[in-house]
């Protein structure tokens, strides 16, 4: 059981300076910082998150899929303004947020996604857990060891096959890992990852994805493997014009017509 700690702050304003604006996300911070380093890290989260209203951040997101995403046949997305290309970097920190809330209790201590796109939600997971992220790399360099992971993965994107490799050192037995990345389509790529941590010997906690096009194969063989999968935005169908998202609710899944 959780113990709660009574605390409580005393604030002094000098007279003259009661004219200031208070910036909502300033005063955020501020507590967000105080909470995290005085009442632990899940339970800031909890507040963060409470703070900020369940799910809102969500919503924006598949409203920005919405208004900003460019449907570019019925199985490719454009969402570069503000997703993989141009960053919006609020929006981007929220989904780690939400990944932190929904996975908060594993105990996760690595972030993994591979690059380029997925690396700054990958970074927003990690700062909301308070953990490293990795990045898988595409290409070998110079400076790599050759004690690596590797696993080839086929871009959807690019029509490409890839080597991915991850650094031996990075990826140990007694990690618990969160993979996340900004698509699930094929599930090329993050079978590839799920793969490369059970090479490993360390344990998969689940994949975190901003978009799952879910009329595509990926959730299928993630989940014939056995991964939990969360996914921010669900996508049942597309086509120029239109985006229809899944929402569940308890059992059901709803699918909701949004444009
Ligand atoms: P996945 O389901 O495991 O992610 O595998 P898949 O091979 O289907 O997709 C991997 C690549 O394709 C990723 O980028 C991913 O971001 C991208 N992708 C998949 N579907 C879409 C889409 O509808 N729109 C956009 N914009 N990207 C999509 P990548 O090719 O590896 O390149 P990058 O991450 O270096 O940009």
Redesign the pocket.
């Known amino acids: 059981m959780r113990t709660r700690h009574a605390c409580a702050i005393r604030i002094s304003i000098p007279k003259d300076r009661l004219h200031l604006r208070v910036d909502q996300a300033q005063v955020e911070a501020v507590f967000f910082s105080f909470f995290r380093n005085n009442r632990g890290k899940n339970e800031a989260i909890e507040l963060d998150h409470a703070a900020k209203g369940r799910g809102q951040k969500m919503k924006e997101l598949e409203e920005r899929i919405r208004r900003e995403g460019a449907i ?1 046949s019925e ?6 303004s503000f ?2 290309h141009q960053v919006d970097t609020e929006l981007a920190l929220a989904t780690g947020r939400e990944f932190a809330r929904v996975f908060g209790d594993e105990k996760i201590t690595k972030v993994l996604t ?5 690396i700054q939600f990958a970074m927003a997971a990690g700062i909301a857990l308070g953990v490293p992220f990795v990045y898988a790399k ?1 290409k070998k360099a110079v400076t790599q060891s050759d004690k690596l992971y590797v696993a080839p ?6 029509g ?1 096959t ?1 080597q991915v490799s991850v650094d031996q050192r990075y990826l140990n037995a007694g990690d618990r890992v969160l993979i996340v ?13 799920v793969d490369i941590v059970r090479e490993s010997g360390a344990e998969l906690v689940g994949v975190g ?1 901003i ?1 799952e ?1 879910s009329f ?1 194969e ?1 959730r299928g063989l ?1 989940e014939a493997k056995g991964v939990r999968i969360h996914s921010l935005a669900r996508i049942a169908s597309m086509k120029p014009g239109e985006v229809h998202f899944i929402e569940e609710t308890g059992n059901r899944q709803l699918t909701e017509e949004r444009a």
Do not use: M, P, W
């Open positions: 570019l199985t490719v997305l454009k969402v570069d997703l993989n591979i690059e380029a796109s997925g595409k993965v086929h871009s959807f994107t690019r490409e890839y990345d900004d698509f699930l389509a094929t599930g090329a790529a993050l079978v590839g990852l994805c978009i096009k595509q990926g993630l």
